[in-house]
């Protein structure tokens, strides 16, 4: 594998949260965690409605989180729940010339076609425009109109959210007021009627933004996409902020938004059973992409509460609760964040006497940290609680920076990963855990062509470093794991460019020390860890997916690999069978 196929690769992934965090804050009634179904609940009769929920689900009632999705039956990981195309998705704004807006494939090598009216939407090819035509029709003179009054090049498109709105109500209005489809955009939750204050500067904005892209003037045209009042528009606004979720690249690259109403449905918690994916199957047509999943992480007992986070679970506790009191406005009560005694390994650190225990990072309310094991405690306080907020800040700036200046970012990374460690913080540690994501991203965006075996080297150990991080907060087949254990075996199998010359018993055994190891170990390193990646993939993407793309890619991977490791092991045997003829002959 060549290093420019990682590069390719570059994402700008967040470290996760399936539906999209935005600065428009929204309300809710305070509310408990998820699990398992008590007495209370009630089962909601949908009205023919939610037609893609398979029989094995059902929708109830729960005393504080609103409605939510239950299993029936036993659902195994790795099965899809719900597959369905979303109501609605658009592309972000600034990737509108590199996917399709139809399928949402990436360009293909030869480019894709742009809509030659609107100039804004670019298309696979005839089909996919084709068939994005119904919507893009109503929307193609919008963006024009919107293009002539844009006071300059940087604004002539609106943003993803006025699109995806814009969306939204045109087939509201197309599919008509009473249809099912209408029905399922309403029915999704909106808090209007408890919006915090902070939240009416940035909705309002948005309506003003929304009803200019509309191109409407009068009550009576505003009346025909179901608004009849301000409190109409606010509670569009409400449902879209409470609802979106990312639309991503089948290797969880964000590119846009998406929204499905069944799939809204789902509540969140931190450490959740599903997730939301769009793992582009194999075997469905473009036209039915992109197709999105909500598929099991962990097996979910018959009552159990089907969850999904909406926020990035490798954040702390408090990070977590503040983001989701401030996108979605409830407290998280779910187990992860209910339970403060326990030990969070995304606030941890190594014990101060290297018992191999772990402790809690001090914290200004609780400064005093003991480690679990032999209870020695923390006498670095002060510098472990500078290194976090430091690091917190680094991380910003770096994340900030990473297209724009990307040598600032690296620098920042390479040198806040080294204090974090050695402030004794655990990979699985925030922030050092997204610190060691994004330095991994940075150091595969500027590995040299050819790559050098320090660079590579450096890349494969921070790749390791991360996944021995996530491995301890998310659960086994998150698809973020496996995306990550996907790259790391590409990496690994990069052709080395120096090799270590291994023809010698003490370079065999000096390489035996060395990570990642050179030569033969190294292959065989790649083998396992594609292995477990097309394992874990088979979960997050669902195995009826097979893996999705990334498995896909992976198993073809594992078969050149294969294929390799063949050849050498048919070499090893060829130079056994040379030298003992020669030692016959001799
Ligand atoms: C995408 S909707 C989920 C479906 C929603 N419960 C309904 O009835 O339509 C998101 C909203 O549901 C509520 N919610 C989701 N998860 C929750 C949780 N764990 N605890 C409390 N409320 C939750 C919040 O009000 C949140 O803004």
Redesign the pocket.
């Known amino acids: 594998m060549s290093f420019s196929d990682l590069q390719n690769e570059r994402q700008n992934r967040q470290p996760q949260s399936f ?1 999209k965090p935005t600065s428009e804050t ?1 309300s ?7 699990s398992i179904a008590s007495a209370s609940q009630t089962v909601v009769s949908a009205d023919g409605l939610y037609q893609v929920l398979p029989t094995l689900v059902e929708i109830r009632q ?1 005393p ?5 999705i239950f299993a029936k039956e036993k659902i195994s990981r790795g099965s899809i729940i719900i597959s369905t195309k979303p109501h609605v998705n658009v592309l972000s704004t600034k990737l509108l010339d590199a996917f399709c807006s139809a399928c949402c494939a990436p360009a293909p090598p030869t480019g894709l076609k742009r809509c030659t009216r609107c100039r804004a939407l670019w298309y696979c090819n005839a089909a996919c425009q084709n068939s994005d035509w119904t919507m893009h029709k109503h929307e193609c003179s919008a963006l024009q109109k919107w293009a002539k009054s844009a006071p300059n090049e940087d604004v002539a498109i609106p943003s993803d959210a006025i699109r995806a709105m814009g969306r939204m109500l045109t087939r509201k209005k197309v599919e008509g007021l009473d249809s099912i489809w209408a029905k399922e955009v309403d ?3 909106s ?1 209007r009627s408890s919006m915090p204050t902070s939240a009416f500067e940035s909705h309002t904005q948005l309506s003003h933004f929304l009803v200019k892209y509309l191109g409407v003037s009068s009550p009576y045209e505003l009346a025909q996409y179901g608004i009849a009042a301000v409190a109409d528009l606010v509670d569009v606004i409400s449902r879209f902020v ?2 979106t979720v990312t639309l991503t690249a089948p290797d969880l690259t964000p590119i846009g938004i998406a929204i499905s109403p069944p799939i ?6 931190c450490d959740p059973n599903t997730v939301i994916v769009f793992p582009h199957a194999a075997d469905v047509p473009s036209k039915d992409e992109p197709l999105m999943q909500a598929v099991a992480i962990k097996d979910i007992s018959p009552g159990e509460e089907v ?1 999904a986070s ?1 926020i990035d679970t490798t954040l702390h506790r408090l990070g977590r609760l503040q983001m989701l009191k401030e996108s ?7 187990s992860l964040c209910s339970d403060t005694t326990g030990l969070d390994p995304r606030e941890s650190m190594w014990c101060p006497k290297s018992c191999g225990g772990m402790c809690p990072v001090p914290t200004e309310e609780n400064p005093l940290a003991r480690c679990v094991k032999c209870k020695a405690a923390v006498s670095s306080t002060d510098a472990v609680l500078d290194a976090l907020r430091v690091g917190q800040e680094a991380l910003d700036k770096a994340a900030s920076v990473q297209f724009a200046d990307i040598d600032k970012a690296k620098q920042l990374t390479s040198n806040m990963n080294p204090i974090l460690t050695s402030a004794g913080l655990t990979p699985s540690c925030h922030p050092l855990l997204a610190m060691t994501r994004l330095h991994q991203s940075l150091l595969i965006a500027t590995l040299p062509h050819p790559p050098t075996q320090d660079h590579l080297d450096e890349t494969i150990r921070t790749a390791t470093k991360a996944i021995t991080g996530l491995s301890s907060v998310l659960t086994e087949g998150h698809p973020i794991r496996g995306i990550a254990l996907a790259e790391l075996g590409k990496l690994l199998i990069v052709d080395e460019p120096e090799p270590l010359d291994l023809s010698s018993p003490s370079a065999v055994e000096e390489n035996k020390k060395r990570y990642p190891p050179s030569g033969p170990p190294r292959l065989k390193l790649a083998y396992d860890t594609l292995v477990r990646a097309r394992n874990e993939l088979l979960i997050g993407f669902g195995s009826a997916s097979d893996g999705g793309q990334v498995g896909r890619d992976v198993r073809e991977c594992l078969v050149r690999v294969e294929a390799e490791v063949g050849t050498w092991k048919e070499g090893v045997k060829e130079a056994l069978a040379d030298s003992s003829r020669l030692k016959k002959v001799g």
């Open positions: 539906v929204s809710s009634p305070s509310n408990s965690g998820t729960t504080s989180s609103g409605r939510g029915g999704m939750q808090h409470t609802n809204a449905l789902i509540n969140h918690s969850t909406y979605y406005n409830f407290d998280c009560q779910c």
